[in-house]
């Protein structure tokens, strides 16, 4: 049950959160019991499903969604909108990895500047944050 945390009003009692970790789920389709583990099944065995093996779904929703990822791993054109998109999330991704790095980079130069003004002696600011006493008098010697 879903509830407004202020109030304390019930927004839904239908909802349900479900943490799947794919790499220890290891039944096949026909092991799988209920609706979640099949859809986790068909998630985790559909690339390697021939055509003439395919099971019955037995799901109408199942089926729709295999119908979909036939039609689109079939269509050339689609497969490159597809792969061109996931490129696109991926290089975001790597861009904010990249942005992630640069920052924290930033910071420990702050922190640096910040000991050396209070007089720490460079040997003791490299014993502290393992950087080396050239990257500390670099810093020293610029402004950011």
């Known amino acids: 049950m879903w509830k407004e945390v202020e109030h304390g009003t019930i927004l839904s009692d239908h909802g349900q959160i479900h943490i799947i970790e794919f790499p220890k789920f290891h039944e096949t389709w026909e092991e799988a019991d209920d609706p979640l583990e099949k859809w986790v099944s068909f998630l985790t065995e559909v690339d390697q499903m021939q055509p003439e093996s395919t099971p019955k779904w037995n799901d109408e929703k199942l089926e729709q969604a295999y119908r979909e990822l036939k039609h ?4 050339p054109e689609l ?17 904010l990895e990249d942005s992630y790095l640069q920052g924290i980079e930033q910071g420990h130069h702050e922190i640096v500047r ?30 950011d």
């Open 114 to 143: 910040n000991m050396l003004g209070q007089g720490l002696e460079a040997e003791a600011i490299a014993k502290l944050t393992g950087l080396s006493i050239e990257i500390i008098q670099t810093l020293a010697s610029t402004k």
């Open 72 to 75: 689109l791993s079939q269509n």
């Open 79 to 95: 497969r490159a909108q597809y792969e061109a998109q996931l490129r696109e999330i991926r290089d975001y991704q790597a861009g």
